[in-house]
């Protein structure tokens, strides 16, 4: 049987795409621009970023930005 996902499942994937592949910066940007900031922002941020501080995710975006320089 085929399952279909609904509309917020699939948004959830596609950010999830972005995440995997590109700065969470430029993905905030991509975000916006599409204006994809309707919606319960509580539920979505706990599903992309689970138990995540601030500080945690600060340091992943500075291991990801440095890693990019390396490159």
């Known amino acids: 049987m085929i399952q ?11 950010l999830q ?3 995997s592949n590109m ?3 430029k993905v905030a940007r991509f975000w916006a621009a599409c204006h ?7 539920k979505l941020k706990d599903e992309l970023f689970g138990q995540a ?3 945690s ?4 975006i500075l291991e990801f930005q440095q890693s990019e320089h390396e490159a």
């Open 17 to 19: 795409v972005l995440l």
């Open 36 to 42: 994809l900031g309707s919606g319960d922002y509580l």
């Open 53 to 55: 501080s601030v500080a």
């Open 57 to 60: 995710l600060y340091s992943e």
């Open 4 to 14: 279909v996902k609904n509309e917020q499942q699939v948004l959830q994937e596609g």
């Open 23 to 25: 700065e969470p910066s």
